[in-house]
Structures are given as C-alpha cells and as structure tokens.
C-alpha cells in the first residue's frame, strides 16, 4: 500500500498561494503567463521548464521582491504587494557573508527580526543539529564545501520557521552523490517542518523524486503546460524510488511535455 503525505491530491485542502492571470514583463519582453495556478498547504510542489521560462519568476511574485504587469498573487488569500515575511528563498548562489561563522551567519535573520537572544540560540543550535552542522559552528564559509555552504543556506532559513520554503535551483552546482544527500535531506526536513516548499529544478528526476506535483511551464512566455500528481511512496529512499516503475513512466510524461527542441 501506497504511504503518502496527509491530503495529497486532496482538491479541498487549503489553498496558500494563488496564481491569477498572471502576466510578468520585463521591458517589451513577455516572459511569463497568463499565468493560474493554485498551491495547496504543506505540499511539496517542483517546478521544471526550459530557461528563460518564468520559473524563477514564480517564486519572486511569491517572496513580494517582483510585482506581475497583470494579475494577482494572492498568499493565504491576501494579495502580495510587499515583502513576504513568511517566505524562505534559498538558491544555488551562496549568499553566507564570509566574516560571519556559521553559527553566526545562521543567526543573521534572526536578528533582522529581533528575536529574544535566548531564543535566537536555541533556534541557530536546533538548525545546526536539522542540516548535520554540528561541529562546524565556529568555522567561516571559506573553511567549508559547497555542499556545506549550502547546508547553512538551509539552515539559515530553517531557523526562523517559514510557512513557505523557496528553492531556486538550490543543488545545481553539487555532484550527484551529494546532491542525493541533500534530496534526503531536504525530504526530512518537508517532513519534520509540513511547511509547503516550490522547488525550481531542470533535473526532471530531481523533481520526481521529491514532489508531490510537478508543473511543467511551456517556452516564454512561460505558462502550466502539464500538472503532473507524484504518487510514489512516503517517506522516500531517494536512490531506491528510482528503481520503481512509475518513476520511469513519470519521467518520460514529464519529458514529452517538456518544449527541449
């Protein structure tokens, strides 16, 4: 029997973030849309498609840092016009200030946000010990792996609790073994938080592998072309559920719908 997260592929569970008619501009660029789409709580939700397509798009609209030319982006029902504060962005880049420890680059948003100090540690220790940091608490990004730095990305924003998690691309520049570690990784934490995470990726079975639903946009102007459920067994091996034969059929849907020509 199949194991699954609570209400996946449950139409009435709870909406969170809406796409309305979106449209996004850049100049006299029609990059995305029009654009609908619904994002249901505490599901994970990948997002693939060529470059250029308006993925990473979607997720700014979300965070408030980009506004649509037409349309809304409705969070929790309310139309997002600023800043989202109960968003976290974490992509391939490594944004840790290299004079800061670990420790003390995790701590960073918290302070931003003016945490109680007592409360502020034990938030950073609980996010050293989640990404499996302990140890390194003390050590500066120059001393750590990319693989690490981007371990403190995570952590960073696990610290301060995030109803949403967004992932830009966040693993493209890992190797394939530790890419795989940060998969399971990143599959525990959906787990242990039931937040809701949209996770941009090119890598189609990188998608398959940690989503509930995955969305395949078209060439821009970017727009949903295939809505794909995942229903694959709960909590996932993320080296054996690849072995299983949906995953392949899963694959080669998704591949088919993808605009690669």
Not at 207 to 214: G, P
């Amino acid at each position: 029997m199949v194991q699954r997260s609570p209400g996946v592929g449950d139409a009435a569970r709870e909406t969170v973030i809406e796409f309305d008619g979106v449209v996004a501009r850049f100049a006299n660029l029609h990059a995305m849309g029009p654009t609908s789409l619904s994002v249901r709580r505490g599901e994970f939700l990948a997002i693939v498609g060529p470059s250029g397509c308006g993925k990473s798009t979607l997720l700014n609209m979300i965070a408030g840092t980009l506004k649509p030319a037409e349309g809304e982006v409705r969070y929790k029902g309310k139309v997002v016009d600023a800043l989202n504060p109960d968003v976290g962005y974490i992509t391939q880049k490594n944004f840790c200030l290299p004079w800061r420890t670990v420790e003390a680059n995790i701590r960073l948003p918290l302070e931003f946000r003016k945490y109680p100090k007592a409360d502020i540690e034990k938030r950073v220790t609980e996010a050293i010990e989640k990404v499996g940091l302990k140890g390194f608490e003390k050590a500066y990004p120059k001393q750590l792996s990319g693989g690490m730095l981007q371990r403190v990305m995570i952590a960073r924003t696990l610290a301060y609790s995030p109803d949403i998690y967004l992932m830009d691309e966040p693993f493209g520049s890992l190797d394939a073994q530790l890419r795989l570690k940060m998969h399971d990784e990143v599959l525990k934490l959906w787990q242990e938080t039931g937040a809701t995470f949209l996770f941009v990726t090119h890598d189609l079975q990188e998608a398959i592998t940690l989503a509930d639903r995955v969305i395949v946009f078209s060439k821009r102007p970017g727009r949903p072309k295939l809505v794909l459920d995942i229903d694959l067994p709960r909590p996932r091996d993320v080296i054996g559920i690849q072995t299983d034969p949906a995953f392949g059929e899963y694959f080669k849907q998704l591949w088919a719908a993808l605009d690669v020509h």
